[in-house]
């Protein structure tokens, strides 16, 4: 089952929507409904609810916050910074590997593992057990050519789960 979910953003050139475009590095902020800061994509597969809330593309390398560890793209990164709700009646597992990013394309991104292990203190991809009701929020980093221009995210509850898309394509984002 596919559920999308869209954010306009109206014309780049005159408009009266909240937008913010820093065009080195691609990252942009959208105001949501309610006034806030942040995209507030969402979409469910299984029993987890996703939420994009920002994406940042452009960036070649990060540090995590000890300092101690530093992930390096072989291209560039995209940073989505995401709410994962289990929804469902029992525990899950959530790991990175069973999210995607999407060129407009179709060229399929899998997750840097390296970077979502050193960069969310949280550990969050790393096969965390999320149990009924709670939320974890965290960034998971795709390593993706510059000049990309990004189409959606398909997120999953699991690798067996049929995945639910996130249409980013409004948003106009090139790495």
């Known amino acids: 089952m596919f559920r999308a979910a869209n954010c306009r953003i109206g014309k780049?050139?005159?408009?009266?929507?909240?937008?913010?475009?820093l065009m080195m590095t691609s990252s942009f902020s959208v105001a949501n409904a309610t006034g806030k800061s942040g995209i507030?994509?969402?979409?469910?597969d299984g029993k987890f609810?996703?939420?994009?809330?920002?994406?940042?593309?452009?960036?070649?390398?990060y540090s995590s916050a000890d300092g101690f560890e530093t992930a390096t793209a072989q291209g560039v990164f995209c940073k989505v910074a995401?709410?994962?709700?289990?929804?469902?009646?029992?525990?899950?597992?959530?790991?990175d590997?069973?999210?995607?990013?999407?060129?407009?394309?179709?060229?399929?991104?899998?997750?840097?593992?390296?970077?979502?292990?050193?960069?969310?203190?949280?550990n969050m991809w790393t096969l965390t057990s999320l149990n009924p009701g709670l939320s974890i929020s965290?960034?998971?980093?795709?390593?993706?050519?510059?000049?990309?221009?990004?189409?959606?995210m398909v997120v999953h509850?699991?690798?067996?789960?049929?995945?639910?898309?996130?249409?980013?394509k409004s948003l106009k984002i090139k790495a």
């Not at 780049?12 to 475009?21: D, E, L, N, Q």
């Open 12 to 21: 780049m050139a005159g408009v009266s929507v909240a937008v913010t475009v």
């Open 138 to 152: 965290g960034f998971i980093y795709f390593d993706v050519p510059r000049h990309t221009n990004i189409g959606w």
């Open 40 to 44: 507030h994509l969402s979409a469910s």
């Open 97 to 122: 590997s069973s999210q995607y990013l999407y060129g407009r394309g179709g060229t399929q991104f899998s997750a840097s593992s390296q970077a979502d292990l050193y960069l969310n203190s949280n």
């Open 82 to 95: 995401m709410t994962v709700k289990n929804t469902g009646k029992q525990q899950q597992m959530l790991d």
């Open 157 to 168: 509850d699991s690798m067996f789960s049929n995945g639910a898309t996130i249409s980013l």
């Open 49 to 61: 609810k996703f939420t994009v809330t920002s994406i940042s593309c452009g960036t070649k390398s």
